[in-house]
């Protein structure tokens, strides 16, 4: 089989490559687990060392990296790539790493002595998406690696070569090939492997139904399977915000990269005392956006990265204009009726229709008018997912308030679409289990063991 990158751009194919045999794909893994013990008995800041000169080897590319970006998933050049983040992440998974896996001393007098240390699993599976390849990646390879685990990556055919460039990246910077593959694997390879208990521990990240099959591939082998699934992410603007500030951030966390983020701004509650100058401030603001070609630096918005991802995206905008919705945004010139898609701002909406209710992932989102805290606490709730939660006030206390009854991963005050590294990413609800970065990130990707070491018998 070979797997192929569709350029939204223009449809074309940028990128291919034939995917492995089981019995290739089952020989890398043997590979990574016998590399893995020579890898985990390097110091910890050999390996933290080897896993930031790799971090560097990216930023590196990282002229060549963004229209590579912008030909395989359609993100403007004029944003010039995730380095940013990728970069920042790792740095700080690289800086908690030794106080993370340090022993946990549970008490030592002349009798006993009793600790609990943190081993890497062994062998860690990482799938991730084509949104964010790099960023999302990172999450997980650069904590699993210092931790003295290795990994085998796995990317989305959307983003075809970022896995290849991170590979060659780690490698140039003197990691072990086989401590760190990318493979090239279809999704039967990949639930043969994970059945048979191939990996000690998979990372997911991608739609509700991809964590399902990873779920279900792992069934009855006991293997650890952390996923990051899909996202309904509200905002809620109550009557103390800074207006300005919640209508930037707020139409930016929902249109930039297409609206294709995990966590994107994909509802909007805004209390009914500013509800109208709201609505006003977000639709010029999307009425100022660029749609094009993201290799022109003037775009500001590009193509969805596949066009069924817009008609998907146009689905629920006609249905919800259909069933009484407003749209504000006439259809913008380079709209082709494929994968370049006006961004929209529908009022009028209710939970009734589907893109209030259902994952987006496109350039839409829909502005209700809401009465109290409480009434925007029950509709922020009615979701099957939870990933993040966005509330603007200027009373601390009155978001953490509220923030306390969200059924959500993580809750922001006065920022939105932004992950802090020291912060565990985590999801509740259909959005998924499990937690990357921060401490508990590294917890994630080891396992206790305990030592109740007595010193007499006598």
């Not at 000690?200 to 699934?229: I, K, P, Q, W």
């Not at 509802?267 to 709201?278: G, M, N, Q, T």
């Not at 259909?322 to 913008?332: L, N, R, S, W």
Request: aromatic fraction near 8%; charge should be negative.
């Amino acid at each position: 089989m070979t797997l192929k990158c569709i350029s939204p751009i223009d449809g074309s194919v940028f990128a291919e490559r034939p995917t492995l045999s089981l019995e290739a794909a089952t020989d890398a893994v043997v590979r990574a687990r016998t590399a893995q013990k020579a890898w985990a008995a390097r110091s910890l800041a050999e390996r933290t060392e080897l896993v930031m000169d790799g971090v560097a080897a990216v930023g590196a590319m990282n002229d060549e990296i963004v229209p590579e970006l912008a030909h395989m998933m359609g993100r403007p050049v004029r944003y010039g790539g995730e380095f940013g983040g990728f970069e920042e992440r790792a740095s700080h998974m690289a800086t908690i790493a030794e106080e993370a896996l340090a022993d946990i001393e549970v008490g030592e007098d002349d009798t006993f002595k009793r600790y609990i240390k943190r081993l890497p699993h062994g062998v860690v599976f990482v799938v991730a998406p084509w949104n964010y390849p790099y960023m999302t990646a990172i999450n997980t390879v650069a904590p699993a690696l210092i931790a003295g685990n290795t990994v085998i990556l796995k990317h989305a055919s959307q983003t075809l070569l970022a896995g290849e460039r991170m590979a060659a990246a780690f490698h140039a910077a003197g990691v072990p090939t086989d401590v760190f593959q990318n493979l090239f694997l279809d999704h039967d390879v990949t639930t043969d492997l994970i059945s048979a208990n191939a990996f000690d521990f998979v990372n997911f990240t991608g739609s509700v139904g991809g964590g399902r099959a990873m779920e279900h591939a792992a069934a009855g082998t006991f293997t650890g399977v952390g996923t990051e699934l899909g996202g309904k992410d509200p905002g809620y603007v109550m009557d103390d915000a800074d207006l300005e500030a919640a209508v930037d951030t707020l139409i930016d966390g929902a249109m930039f990269n297409s609206g294709q983020c995990c966590c994107g701004i994909e509802r909007i509650y805004v209390h009914e005392s500013l509800y109208d100058a709201f609505v006003d401030k977000a639709v010029a603001i999307v009425q100022a956006m660029k749609l094009g070609n993201p290799l022109d630096p003037d775009t500001t918005i590009g193509p969805m990265a596949n066009t069924r991802f817009a008609k998907e995206v146009r689905a629920q905008i006609d249905e919800a204009v259909a069933a009484g919705a407003v749209p504000h945004i006439d259809t913008m010139p380079a709209d082709d009726g494929g994968a370049y898609l006006t961004p929209q701002i529908l009022t009028n909406v209710t939970h009734d229709m589907r893109v209030m209710r259902e994952e987006s992932f496109g350039p839409v989102v829909g502005i209700m008018k809401v009465a109290s805290d409480e009434e925007a606490i029950e509709l922020m709730n009615d979701s099957e997912f939870g990933l993040t939660a966005s509330l603007w006030t200027r009373d601390i206390d009155r978001a953490a308030r509220v923030g306390d009854r969200i059924e959500t991963g993580t809750v922001f005050m006065n920022r939105a679409d932004y992950l802090d590294p020291g912060l565990c990413w985590t999801g509740c609800k259909n959005t998924g289990r499990g937690g990357g970065l921060s401490v508990i990130g590294y917890h994630n990707l080891t396992r206790p063991k305990s030592y109740h070491l007595k010193k007499v018998t006598a």
